[in-house]
């Protein structure tokens, strides 16, 4: 089945800082999103992006499909905005089921 | 509201016992899923359906079991045979099969006694 990896498993940041975090899919997609899952394990739909760019406030995701891969931008980061990040992809062919990669945690300090 | 809620968010099982997680969703969404989150890892596909009445396995079907009588019902059930039922477990629906955005609840956390 498809595989999708996320970079970097971890990511410790000061308040204010900016960061990028990367998904690798290994077949063509019909469907990519990326999620929030904050404390609460509450997973928050941030982007529905199979392919182009995006932006909603500071944050912003872009998918290059033809090369498989999507990143997802936070500019001066809030603690807020501290938790897993997951991207999540289904294929073209079969059922639309999505496929997780194992997320980003992300820990932003004051 | 519209959403999607799922019952109860902490939940008991004792050894053998069979035990149903409730997923109702008023969004008129057409497909919906079940998934399962363990410590530190991303989330695997337990059942889904596209439509009433019909329903298919996902990667870690065994020891779950579902039903989809009405369009806005999906609940899972736990049985005796899943051997490690202990994890976070996720309902999702989305307006249709294809590209769509894929919704969340709030999930239910599942403990053994």
């Known amino acids: 089945g498809i595989q999708v990896e996320q970079s970097p498993p971890d990511l410790i940041l000061q308040e204010g800082a900016n960061s990028t975090l990367r998904c690798n899919f290994s077949?063509?997609?019909?469907?990519l999103q990326w999620f929030h899952q904050n404390p609460w394990g509450q997973l928050i739909n941030l982007f529905y992006i199979p392919s182009g760019t995006k932006q909603n406030g500071r944050l912003s995701a872009t998918t290059v499909a033809t090369e498989r891969y999507s990143l997802l931008y936070i500019s001066s980061s809030q603690t807020t905005d501290s938790g897993v990040y997951f991207c999540a992809v289904d294929m073209i062919q079969g059922a639309q089921k999505l496929v997780f990669g194992q997320g980003t945690r992300l820990t932003i300090n004051p | 509201d519209g959403g999607i809620t799922q019952s109860p968010k902490y939940l008991f099982r004792k050894e053998g016992q069979n035990v149903t997680l409730s997923c109702e969703q008023n969004?008129?969404?057409?497909?919906m899923y079940w998934y399962r989150q363990d410590p530190g890892q991303g989330l695997r596909l337990i059942y889904y359906s596209q439509i009433v009445n019909d329903f298919q396995k996902g990667d870690i079907a065994e020891g779950y079991s579902v039903s989809r009588e009405k369009k806005e019902s999906f609940p899972l059930t736990v049985t005796s045979a899943q051997k490690n039922p202990t994890a976070f477990y996720l309902c999702?629906?989305?307006?249709?099969?294809?590209?769509?955005?894929?919704?969340f609840g709030a999930g239910t956390r599942l403990s053994v006694l």
């Open positions: 999702a629906s989305k307006r249709q099969a294809g590209r769509d955005i894929q919704y």
């Open positions: 969004l008129n969404h057409d497909a």
């Open positions: 077949d063509s997609v019909n469907n």
